[in-house]
């Protein structure tokens, strides 16, 4: 007989352990309560569709992360890859503007040619990002690296461990505090990416490296087709897959856990259940928030948190060309809606991905932060008033980049942090997790849980900085975990 998996969840992580479960022979339920792909999805209009998560996935190229999207379908020999040249745009409200691109060769030339007075630092700082891309995610779980592994990584590693050192547990604005930056236009730039949060300096560091050695692409047609090749191969594997059923509780017996019992009263009973949802809901609702380490303590109690966004779509009737995805605006002072827009606003035209629009239409998406207490109390009156308010704000700022659009909208729709709450019950709207902090950077928390036999967590709530990469990965690793306790040999 073989053993049975139950698993919570049928978004990114969810797939990704249903699918290696199946490989690895287990018989296998993935219990989803909305539809797969999680906060990896996208919404079809009037025949638009509205791409909520995939800007870009790092692995599209190499490494232990391409190897997951391979194995799992996610990339293919028809999936096309776009690497863009710019990352985003950014304005200032005077109409200062600032680019930042992809390749660090061009964007240090770039900046060298702003601010020549502050070339040391520049290429300072572009020399520390050069010097990340030699890193390579791990491809086994901790638990099972091998030691001649650990000392190849080490060796690897050690152009950079002074970074990791010197930076490890510093803020990003106390890392560029360090430059000093003199010209105006770098220092406007810089002061304003990520304002006063406790964003990691490494973080910050190594995210332009992926993106440098072309393994950060976007993958046309986006978010759904991604999560559907996913859900496909599960499928073809002859998983189950349940959707539209909510599990309210993981069911334990002397310390091991059992099955799950759903909202509807029905039991699954399993040898193992894998929760890939929620971390929160997870840990503190479904099991009651019996089994903590100290450290799930101090991070669910301390460590920050994504703030959520508001997404607002547009379907316009006509062919919008920008020569930049992503623009983005310093904007503190403007209002949509209740939220003041201190990290400012961010306008991407999908006019790369012809898939999102009918032929010579345009999906163009205004997105903001939207702090979470601002949505956690709203009133259902409240929140209809809200969303048309967000509508009518953010139609007036379309106007204002593309004068004349707002004649050819044909179709609008309003996303905020309470409808990713509703669909994926991610807590406080925070889509991405825990904030990859000067506190928490390579500080992932266990897929078990102290006291708790049978039972394991797969998801971005598992590695500060959240993503799809992670959420990949842990779905793998689980099922590496799991086969090593049957003693039986991993294979993909
Ligand atoms: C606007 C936006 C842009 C993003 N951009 C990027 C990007 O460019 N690159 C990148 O790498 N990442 C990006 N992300 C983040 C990425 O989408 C997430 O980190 C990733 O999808 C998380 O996957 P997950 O499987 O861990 O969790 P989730 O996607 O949250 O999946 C959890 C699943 O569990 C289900 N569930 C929850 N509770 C229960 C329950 N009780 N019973 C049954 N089912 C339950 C939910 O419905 C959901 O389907 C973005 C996210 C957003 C919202």
Known sequence: MNKKIVIIGGGVAGLSAGIYARINGFETTIIEM????????????????????LHWLVGTR????????????????????????????????????????????????????????????????????????????YSDPPELRKWRNKIGSFFKMLPIIILFMKYGKKTFNQYIGQFNFKNPRLALF?????????????????????????????????????????????????GILTTKKKVGKIIVED???????????????????ISAADGHSTIFEMLGGKYLSEKI??????????????????????????????????????????????????????????????????VIVIRFESPWDLWKDIKDEDYLKEKQQIENDARILLEKHFPGITTNIEVVDVATPVTDVRYTGVWKGSYEGFLPSSKNLMSNLKPTLPGLDGFYMAGQWLSPGGGLPPAGQTGKWVIQLICKKEKMEFTT
């Open 297 to 362: 303590k101090e991070a669910y109690n301390s460590w920050e948190l994504f703030n959520p966004i508001v997404q607002v779509s547009f379907g316009i009737s006509s062919e919008i060309k920008t020569d930049f995805p992503v623009q983005s605006w310093i904007s503190k002072n403007t209002h949509i809606g209740m939220t003041k827009t201190d990290q400012g606003y961010s306008i991407m035209n999908y006019c790369f991905d012809p898939s999102m629009a009918p032929p010579g239409k345009s």
């Open 34 to 53: 909305h539809s797969t792909g999680g906060q990896c999805t996208a919404w079809e209009r009037k025949g638009y569709r509205f791409d909520y998560c």
């Open 190 to 238: 810089f002061d304003n990416l990520f304002s006063s949060r406790d964003f990691s300096a490494l973080a910050f560091i190594m995210m332009l490296a992926w993106f440098h050695k072309k393994n950060a692409g976007y993958l046309l047609g986006g978010s759904k087709p991604m999560a559907q090749r996913m859900t496909e191969k599960y499928l073809n594997l002859s």
């Open 255 to 273: 310390n091991i856990a059992k099955g799950v019992l759903l909202e509807d009263g029905s039991e699954i009973f399993a040898d193992y259940v």
């Open 62 to 137: 190499s490494g232990p992360f391409h190897d997951i999207w391979l194995e799992t379908n996610v990339i293919n020999d028809k999936v096309k890859i776009i690497d863009h040249e710019v990352h985003t745009k950014v304005f200032a409200e005077d109409g200062t503007d600032f680019i930042v691109y992809t390749n660090i060769d061009r964007w240090e030339k770039y900046l060298c040619e702003i601010g020549p007075e502050d070339t040391k630092s520049i290429i300072k700082m572009c020399n520390d990002m050069r010097k990340t891309s030699v890193l390579e995610p």
